[in-house]
């Protein structure tokens, strides 16, 4: 099967290159790489202090994990936690996997369509609908709308690192 993958532009974590890895070794061609830019027209400005908050208020319990984490790490420095080692150290997703050298890498700004809401250009549109079957979204935390959803026979696969190992099995067993 022929596989494109959009991820954010810059290096990733340890998660989001195996997951790349195991679409590899099940066989599947990545002929296309999109490295998004962050979007550069915010509607809305960021007050970490307000979006803690707003998360936590909104039982996002992430920053609860990672609270734990930091306290764990200061009243214990050396029983850190190794799984937030590998999801914290950034690596470059060329180095880590020399056979997507061949493939066509493209980078580009998501157009913002709201607050979560992003689209993708049309001519990014049609070279994903030339090249793949499926697009997949690793690390890449936006909401794709309109018209990307349909532009590949089978749709848009995303994967997040909540659980890293779910994720990296779901694409294991999709492919």
Known sequence: MNVSILIPKGNLNFTEIESIKSILRAGHEINLVLRAEKSTSR??????????????????????????????ERLKPETKDSLGELTSRRYNLLDQIPELNDS??????????????????????????????????????????GNAL??????????????????????RIVF
């Open 104 to 145: 066509e890498v493209i980078e580009f700004e998501p157009i913002k369509l709201n607050k979560y809401d992003h689209d993708i250009t049309d001519s990014i549109l049609k070279k994903i609908s030339e090249k793949s079957d499926v697009l997949i979204l690793i690390g890449f935390n936006k909401i794709i709308k």
């Open 150 to 171: 349909n532009c590949t026979k089978f749709g848009i696969l995303s994967t997040h690192p909540a659980d890293i190992y779910i994720s990296i099995e779901v694409v």
């Open 43 to 72: 509607i809305y400005k960021s007050n970490k202090k307000k979006t803690v908050l707003r998360q936590f208020l909104h039982n996002d319990w992430s920053y609860l994990i990672k609270l734990e984490r930091r306290i764990g």
